[in-house]
T-cell receptor, first 110, second 115 residues
Framework: RKEVEQDPGPFNVPEGATVAFNCTYS??????FFWYRQDCRKEPKLLMS???SGNEDGRFTAQLNRASQYISLLIRDSKLSDSATYLC???????????FGTGTRLKVLA | GAVVSQHPSRVICKSGTSVKIECRSL??????MFWYRQFPKQSLMLMAT?????????EQGVEKDKFLINHASLTLSTLTVTSAHPEDSSFYIC???????????FGSGTRLTVV
């Protein structure tokens, strides 16, 4: 089983739609979780950290479910500019390492 | 916020030659930097952790004699791909940060093509 798993997609959604991605992780002791966004042939950029209580930043909402070992990202009112690959990142407890998922590709269509 | 500069952004080299990639933290000191490699349509894979003033820590399967890492100062780490081969062609990205709870910032990446 992979340490971090994501559905690669692509998710093709119309503008204005709401879309959600899930990511599962295998290490139950993981402490830090993030969503990064990566545009084609570019470096990843931090979208948001994921806190135990869940957190929201504008149209983006991230949630953590420790019992089921998954994190989610919800995007509301999708924009064309949201088209990108969204990477789930997990930082296992006691390490400095980032474990990346393969990413979920989103295409927002006009 | 933390800014990480990576250079060059793109390089094409001949098989058998060496290529050096630089990673600099511009507005903070980074005792630790990370080097990743990403092949097309695959996730970022950690190659090694660069520690200022000491030897790098390599991930399993990464040849330390082929991928030389030097972290001579708190703001600069270099990755040298020695005797490059076409299979080394990839996107190499460094990252650094002020702490894992805030996420690490990535350099803009270096696209290496070995011909």
């Amino acid at each position: 089983r992979k340490e971090v798993e994501q559905d690669p997609g692509p998710f093709n959604v119309p503008e204005g739609a709401t879309v959600a991605f899930n990511c599962t992780y295998s290490n139950s002791a993981s402490q830090s979780f993030f969503w990064y966004r990566q545009d084609c042939r570019k470096e990843p950029k931090l979208l948001m950290s994921v806190y135990s209580s869940g957190n929201e930043d504008g149209r983006f909402t991230a949630q953590l479910n420790r019992a089921s070992q998954y994190i989610s990202l919800l995007i509301r009112d999708s924009k064309l500019s949201d088209s990108a690959t969204y990477l789930c990142v997990v930082n296992p407890e006691g390490t400095y390492k980032y474990i990346f998922g393969t990413g979920t590709r989103l295409k927002v269509l006009a | 916020g933390a800014v990480v500069s990576q250079h060059p952004s793109r390089v094409i080299c001949k098989s058998g030659t060496s290529v050096k990639i630089e990673c600099r933290s511009l507005d903070f000191q980074a005792t630790t930097m990370f080097w990743y490699r990403q092949f097309p349509k695959q996730s970022l894979m950690l190659m090694a952790t660069s520690n200022e003033g000491s030897k790098a820590t390599y991930e399993q399967g990464v040849e330390k004699d082929k991928f030389l890492i030097n972290h001579a100062s708190l703001t600069l780490s270099t990755l040298t791909v020695t005797s490059a081969h076409p299979e080394d062609s990839s996107f190499y990205i460094c990252s650094a940060g002020t702490g894992s709870n805030y996420g690490y910032t990535f350099g803009s990446g270096t696209r290496l093509t070995v011909v």
